[in-house]
T-cell receptor, first 108, second 116 residues
Framework: AQRVTQPEKLLSVFKGAPVELKCNYS??????LFWYVQYSRQRLQLLLR??SRESIKGFTADLNKGETSFHLKKPFAQEEDSAMYYC??????????FGSGTKLNVKP | DAGITQSPRHKVTETGTPVTLRCHQT?????MYWYRQDPGHGLRLIHY???????DKGEVSDGYSVSRSKTEDFLLTLESATSSQTSVYFC???????????????FGAGSRLTVL
């Protein structure tokens, strides 16, 4: 069965520090991995997806099939990065499974 | 923007009463979803639809029913609301992104339901 694990419920860092939000998945097929973000009082929105290998707002994520991980990284956190982050697994084109989320708090 | 609107945005109701949440989209997407968001649980799929009158259960479907009589509307009904259904409910659609071929979810603004 598919599963997504985000081990940290809360991650607090200081502005300018590096950030890594962890995501591990379990899926027997070929996964599609995503990161979604929810800023305060806003709707969930797509941050990035592994297939496009892009950097959005300074964030990157690399799919590591050997470790079944898709960690989200940013070298220098900004206060505006404070938000709830969800890792998601897409499968069969239109099915999606979400992790429990990590709240990132960037302190000034 | 997939033009997704949810209504009502906020609702307070009493245990045992029926509640219907509506999701409306303007771009004719085939797949629509209802998720609930709870602290510590993240987003959990309640039901989804893959076309008019075509729906299927998600991981937390007990106590919920859905209907899709038109492409643009996907209704979520709590037949007899319970306090455990107090949550924020999100509707979403799945759309393909031509540049990558991978479908992605686009979410509505959410409906906050409180069951007293």
């Amino acid at each position: 069965a598919q599963r997504v694990t985000q081990p940290e419920k809360l991650l607090s860092v200081f502005k300018g520090a590096p950030v890594e939000l962890k995501c591990n998945y379990s899926y027997s097929g070929s996964p599609e991995l995503f990161w979604y973000v929810q800023y305060s009082r806003q709707r969930l929105q797509l941050l990035l997806r592994h297939i496009s290998r892009e950097s959005i707002k300074g964030f990157t994520a690399d799919l590591n099939k050997g470790e079944t991980s898709f960690h989200l990284k940013k070298p220098f956190a900004q206060e505006e990065d404070s938000a709830m982050y969800y890792c998601a697994l897409g499968y069969n084109f239109n099915k999606f499974y979400f992790g429990s989320g990590t709240k990132l708090n960037v302190k000034p | 923007d997939a033009g997704i609107t949810q209504s009502p945005r906020h609702k307070v109701t009493e245990t045992g009463t029926p509640v219907t949440l509506r999701c409306h989209q303007t771009e004719n997407h085939r797949y629509m979803y209802w998720y609930r968001q709870d602290p510590g649980h993240g987003l959990r799929l309640i039901h989804y639809s893959y076309g008019v009158k075509d729906t299927d259960k998600g991981e937390v479907s007990d106590g919920y029913s859905v209907s899709r009589s038109k492409t643009e509307d996907f209704l979520l009904t709590l037949e007899s609301a319970t306090s455990s259904q107090t949550s924020v409910y999100f509707c979403a659609i799945s759309e393909s992104r031509v540049s990558s071929g991978a479908n992605v979810l686009t979410f509505g603004a959410g409906s906050r339901l409180t069951v007293l």
